[in-house]
């Protein structure tokens, strides 16, 4: 079992940046594929980033070149680094866990089917 805890989100103006940070629960954070998705009003929850138990990132193209993604093992964190924010960005972003024995997810990291543990989400809301 994993428990994920969002944080970082709020209040920023468009061309800004937000840095988010998502803390797991566990001794075998190490052992999990990451992800980012994120949810506007009245929208599917959709994928934004990824990042594989060795580190090799994911992006919806909206977000490359923009965001970053990337993992603390020691500190049982994944990162979201949100450069360049337009409001189309605002959402609630939300982090989700997968083992890395289910294997399918390096074919299909962007459904959320694919991921077994998720957290309570963070808003984001980018002004214009």
């Known amino acids: 079992q994993v428990q994920l805890a969002e944080s970082g989100g709020g209040l920023v103006q468009a061309g800004g940046s937000l840095k988010l940070a998502c803390a797991a629960s566990?001794?075998?954070?190490?052992?999990?594929?990451m992800g980012w998705f994120r949810q506007a009003p009245g929208k599917e929850r959709d994928f934004v980033a990824a990042?594989?138990?060795?580190?090799?990132?994911y992006f919806t193209n909206s977000v490359k070149g923009r965001f970053t993604i990337s993992r603390d093992n020691a500190k049982n964190t994944v990162y979201l680094q949100m450069n360049s924010l337009k409001s189309e960005d605002t959402a609630v972003y939300y982090c989700?866990?997968?083992?890395?024995?289910?294997?399918?997810?390096?074919?299909?990291?962007?459904?959320?089917?694919?991921?077994?543990?998720w957290g309570q989400g963070t808003q984001v809301t980018v002004s214009s």
């Open positions: 989700a866990a997968v083992s890395k024995r289910r294997s399918s997810w390096y074919a299909a990291m962007d459904r959320k089917n694919e991921y077994e543990y």
């Open positions: 990042i594989s138990t060795n580190s090799v990132t």
């Open positions: 566990g001794r075998t954070f190490e052992t999990y594929n």
